[in-house]
């Protein structure tokens, strides 16, 4: 560079227009050497990633109760159910009242109501509709997950001085079957089991509170 400078001012003094070239030339150089320094700054320059994860929707419910015995007798009290999912829920219960032997067989005729078994049942929310597989009760409000539904069954047993078909070889059996549906959109209500959604609460046509 020192060296560049002395042939500069050599040319300044013995050829002046010769030397205003070569300094244009030298500062046009410099600047673009600056120039392509810059930019080549701002394409190393990476910001770090953004990092989302995503939980997936998962819908499920549990049957609760209180079994115990009294009186000799196998009896159910407080029947609800809690929704064990990650999102709001509209749940229903499916009763399937039969007689069973140990080996899980089933006999013809069905248990009933108020004759073979007491129940005691709280629809203050619950809508109760008969199907052919049974008896389904909807609770109409949707349920918060790690919530619960109001109790459904208060009391639950075997009715006194009945023992059951062939001499009592069938015993009463009540399967409680509990399904649950995501709250939203209302309309996965309504693909599901064919009832209604109106102001948040589930409307069952042929329904009875």
């Not at 062939?166 to 209302?186: C, F, M, R, T, W």
Request: proline share 3%; charged share 25%.
């Amino acid at each position: 560079l020192k060296g560049a400078l002395k042939h500069m001012k050599h040319l300044k003094k013995h050829r002046p227009g010769r030397a205003k070239a070569l300094l244009l030339i030298a500062s046009l150089a410099v600047l673009l050497t600056a120039t392509v320094g810059s930019t080549a700054a701002w394409l190393v320059s990476k910001p770090a990633a953004v990092e989302n994860n995503f939980v997936p929707g998962e819908v499920a419910c549990q049957v609760l109760e209180d079994f115990g015995t009294e009186s000799g007798t196998s009896v159910k009290r407080n029947v609800c159910v809690k929704n064990t999912g990650n999102t709001d829920a509209y749940i229903r219960v499916l009763l399937v009242f039969t007689w069973k032997d140990k080996d899980g067989n089933i006999f013809s005729n069905k248990p009933q109501e108020g004759k073979d078994y007491q129940i005691n049942k709280n629809l203050t929310d619950w809508i109760k509709q008969e199907s052919d597989a049974g008896t389904y009760y909807y609770y109409k409000k949707r349920v918060a997950r790690d919530a619960e539904t109001d109790v459904l069954i208060e009391l639950l047993r075997q009715a006194d001085g009945v023992t059951g078909p062939e001499n009592g070889k069938y015993k009463l059996s009540v399967d409680i079957l509990a399904d649950a549906v995501q709250a939203n959109p209302p309309e996965a209500v309504a693909d599901s089991w064919g009832v209604a959604v109106e102001n948040g609460e589930i409307k069952v046509q042929g329904g009875v509170s």
